[in-house]
C-alpha cells in the first residue's frame, strides 16, 4: 500500500480494522442489551484466541491449559478489587501481567523440548490450578469463590452495565489486535513461524527455539490473562469451576475454527466460542433431535457437539488442518478446502 | 513404621493404576508417535459399560470384568480405524486434536447417556485387611495391584513370544520396513489401540471403587498417567509401570509425611515432578536419548 509506513503494515491491515471498528461501533445500536452483553464475551475471547494463536498458529506449540491462565487473570481482578480496593479497570493490565508472568515462569521448563510435551505438560495445568485455588481458601475464597461488586459504567456515562461492559471489552480487544500484528509481523515473529516449520532449520539460523517458544507462552498467557480479567469484571463472581478444563480445550476448538495462523479468523473463533454453548449448539441439536427422539437438553449433549464439530473440521481439511502448523499461513478457504491432495506420509521424514 | 509400610503399599496399589494407564499411553505413542489424549476418557467410559453390565454397579462380576476388556479392545480396534486412520496422512498434531476432540466426545456421551451423577462401583475384593506385624494391608489394595499387574505381564508375554507381537513391534520400530516385509501395519495399530483401550478399562475398574465413576474421574488419573509416562521415559513401556509406581508411593508419601502437601495439592505436586524430569533428565528414567537427524 502506497503511503503507509512500514509501521503501519506491521500493525495490521487499516482498511480491515476500520471495517472492525465501524461494526463495534454499531452493534449496541442493532442488537438487544442481553445481545451486546454476549458480545462483550466475543470480545474478550477474541482476545484470550489471539494470544493462543500467537502460541499455537504461529509458533506451533499446541496449549491445553490456556483456560487456566484465564483463571489467573479472574482472580487477581478480583483479590485487586475485593481486598484491595483496586478500580476494576486498573486490574485489567495487571492481571495480565500476572498471568504473564507465571506462563513465562511456566514456559522455561516446558518449552525446552520438542514433540508432545508442552500439550502433556499443559494439560495438567486446569486441573492443577483448581487444587491450588481449593488449597488456599484464604487468599482465593475457596471452594466459594468471590464476588466482585455489580459492573456500572464509569466516566460520568450513564448506560446500562451491559453495554458498558461491552465496550470495556471491546476497547481493550480493538486494542490488543494491532499488538498482536505488531509481535507476529516483526523479527520475533519470523522467529516464531522458523520455529513452527522447522526447528532444526531454526537452530540453524541462530534461533533460540527454547527462548521463542518461552516468550510466545508468556505473550499468550499475557493476552488470556487480560481476557481472564474481563471475563472476572463480566460475570462479577469467580470460583474454582469458573475456569475448568473444558474452556481450555474450547479455546483450542476456537483457534482450529478460526484458522490457526490468521489473527483475524479469531473473531470467527470467538463467536464459536462464545454461542457454540448457548445457541448453536442446542439449535444443532433439536435438528438432530426431530430426527431421533433423544433429550437433547441433558448435560454433555454440548461437549459431544463440539467435539464432533472439531472433528469435522480435521477431516475437512487433512492437510489444512495439518498442522497447526502448516494450516497456518491464513486463510481460512484453506482450512476448508485444500488446494492440493494430501501428500505422501511423512511419518519416516521427520524421524 | 507400621505407618510407613501402609503408605507403601496403597502408594504401589496407586501406582499400579497410573502404570497401567501410562503404559497404555505409551503403547499408541511408541506405535504412532502420538499421545493420545483420549486414553483417560475411554477408560472411563469402558467403566461406565462395566457398571452397566454389572446390574449398575449392585455386585462386581468378573464375566463383566473380561466382557468389558472385550468390549474396550472392540472399541478401541474401532476407534482407530474410523477416526484415528483417515489422518494417518496428515501431521502428528491434527492426530494429536482428533485424539482431544475424542476426549470432549466421550466425556460429554458418558455425561448425556449416564448422567453427570456420582455412581457406586463395586470393587472385587473385601474391604478387610490381613495384618502382618502390626501392620494393616488392605485386601483391596493387594488386588488392585495384583491385577493390574498380572495385566501387564500378559501383555508382555505376548509382545515377547507371539508372532503377532513381534509384528506389532516391528511396526513400531520401523513401519516401511515392516511395511515391505508382508506386515499390515494399519491393522496391527488398530490392534494396539485396542490393547491400549482394554490396559485403560483394567485401570478404570480398578480405580473407580475408590474415586467414585464420574465422567470427569479419569482426568487427574490421566495427569499422573502422563508424569509416570515422562518419569520413566516416554517410549519405555518397562519405563511407564516402574514411573507410575514410583509417582504413586511418592504422592502417597508426601501426603503422609509432608503436611502441607494435602489431596489437593497432589496434582500440583504430580506437575511439578513432570517439569522437574522435563528440565532435568527429559529422556526419563529409563528413556534413550533421542538424536535428531536431519
Given at each position: 500500500m502506497p503511503g503507509a509506513g512500514p509501521m503501519t503494515r506491521r500493525l495490521g491491515n487499516p482498511v480491515a480494522f476500520g471495517v472492525l471498528v465501524v461494526a463495534v461501533i454499531a452493534a449496541p445500536f442493532v442488537f438487544s442489551n442481553y445481545r451486546t452483553y454476549q458480545l462483550g464475551f466475543v470480545g474478550l475471547y477474541l482476545v484470550a484466541l489471539l494470544g493462543l494463536d500467537i502460541l499455537t498458529g504461529f509458533t506451533g506449540q499446541i496449549s491445553l491449559g490456556h483456560g487456566a491462565f484465564m483463571g489467573i487473570g479472574a482472580y487477581t481482578t478480583t483479590i485487586l478489587v475485593v481486598d484491595h480496593g483496586v478500580r476494576d479497570l486498573w486490574t485489567i493490565p495487571l492481571s495480565g501481567l500476572a498471568a504473564g508472568v507465571i506462563g513465562l515462569a511456566f514456559g522455561i521448563p516446558a518449552t525446552r523440548f520438542a514433540g508432545p510435551y508442552l500439550a502433556l505438560a499443559t494439560f495438567a495445568i486446569p486441573l492443577a490450578f483448581i487444587g491450588l485455588l481449593k488449597r488456599f481458601p484464604h487468599f482465593t475464597g475457596g471452594n466459594v469463590g468471590k464476588s466482585l461488586p455489580q459492573l456500572h459504567a464509569e466516566f460520568g456515562w450513564h448506560t446500562s452495565p451491559s453495554i458498558w461492559f461491552y465496550v470495556v471489552c471491546w476497547v481493550v480487544a480493538l486494542v490488543m489486535?494491532?499488538?498482536?500484528?505488531?509481535?507476529?509481523?516483526?523479527?520475533?515473529?519470523?522467529?516464531?513461524?522458523?520455529?513452527?516449520?522447522s526447528e532444526i532449520a531454526a537452530t540453524a539460523n541462530g534461533v533460540s527455539t527454547a527462548g521463542v517458544k518461552t516468550l510466545a507462552f508468556g505473550i499468550s498467557a499475557f493476552y488470556c490473562g487480560v481476557a481472564g480479567a474481563l471475563y472476572g469484571i463480566g460475570i462479577t463472581y469467580v470460583n474454582p469451576d469458573t475456569f475448568p478444563i473444558d474452556l481450555s480445550i474450547l479455546l483450542l476448538v476456537g483457534i482450529v475454527l478460526g484458522g490457526a495462523g490468521s489473527l483475524y479468523g479469531m473473531l470467527f473463533g470467538a463467536l464459536f466460542v462464545e454461542f457454540i454453548r448457548i445457541s448453536w449448539g442446542p439449535s444443532l441439536l433439536d435438528l438432530f433431535s426431530k430426527v431421533h427422539h433423544v433429550d437433547t437438553h441433558a448435560p454433555g449433549s454440548g461437549l459431544v457437539v463440539y467435539g464432533v464439530v472439531l472433528l469435522v473440521v480435521l477431516y475437512a481439511a487433512p492437510s489444512g488442518a495439518a498442522g497447526l502448523g502448516r494450516f497456518s499461513f491464513g486463510s481460512r478457504t484453506r482450512i476448508i478446502r485444500p488446494r492440493r491432495p494430501p501428500g505422501p506420509p511423512a511419518k519416516g521424514e521427520n524421524a | 513404621m507400621q505407618t510407613f509400610?501402609?503408605?507403601?503399599?496403597?502408594?504401589?496399589?496407586d501406582g499400579a493404576i497410573y502404570g497401567s494407564l501410562a503404559l497404555a499411553l505409551v503403547l499408541i505413542y511408541k506405535a504412532t508417535e502420538v499421545i493420545n489424549f483420549a486414553q483417560g476418557e475411554m477408560a472411563m467410559f469402558t467403566t461406565?459399560?462395566?457398571w452397566a453390565l454389572m446390574g449398575h454397579g449392585s455386585t462386581f462380576e468378573w464375566w463383566a470384568f473380561f466382557a468389558t476388556l472385550g468390549i474396550a479392545f472392540l472399541g478401541g480396534a474401532a476407534l482407530q480405524q474410523t477416526v484415528i486412520r483417515p489422518l494417518e496422512r496428515a501431521s502428528v498434531l491434527t492426530a494429536v486434536m482428533a485424539t482431544i476432540a475424542l476426549l470432549v466426545i466421550l466425556n460429554g456421551l458418558a455425561a448425556w447417556i449416564w448422567s453427570p451423577q456420582l455412581q457406586f462401583f463395586p470393587s472385587p475384593f473385601p474391604t478387610s485387611s490381613w495384618v502382618i506385624g502390626g501392620v494393616h494391608i488392605s485386601k483391596q489394595d493387594v488386588g488392585t495391584f495384583g491385577v493390574v499387574m498380572a495385566c501387564v505381564l500378559v501383555l508382555w508375554l505376548f509382545f515377547r513370544f507371539t508372532k503377532l507381537g513381534l509384528a506389532m513391534r516391528a511396526g513400531a520400530l520401523n513401519p516401511n520396513a515392516a511395511r515391505l516385509m508382508g506386515v499390515r501395519t494399519s491393522w496391527l495399530l488398530a490392534l494396539g489401540w485396542g490393547f491400549a483401550a482394554a490396559l485403560g478399562a483394567v485401570s478404570g475398574m480398578m480405580v473407580a471403587p475408590t474415586v467414585f465413576l464420574t465422567p470427569n474421574m479419569m482426568q487427574a488419573i490421566l495427569i499422573y498417567a502422563f508424569a509416570a509416562a515422562i518419569l520413566g521415559g516416554l517410549e519405555s513401556p518397562f519405563g511407564a509401570v516402574a514411573g507410575g509406581l514410583t509417582l504413586g508411593v511418592l504422592l502417597n508419601m508426601l501426603g503422609q509425611y509432608v503436611h502441607p502437601v494435602t489431596s489437593e495439592l497432589q496434582l500440583p505436586v504430580a506437575l511439578g515432578i513432570l517439569l522437574a524430569v522435563l528440565l532435568i533428565k527429559p529422556a526419563g528414567l529409563f528413556g534413550r536419548v533421542v538424536v535428531r537427524r536431519v
Open positions: 489486535l494491532p499488538l498482536a500484528f505488531f509481535v507476529v509481523r516483526g523479527r520475533f515473529g519470523r522467529a516464531m513461524r522458523s520455529v513452527r516449520d | 509400610f501402609q503408605t507403601l503399599t496403597t502408594g504401589l496399589s461406565y459399560i462395566a
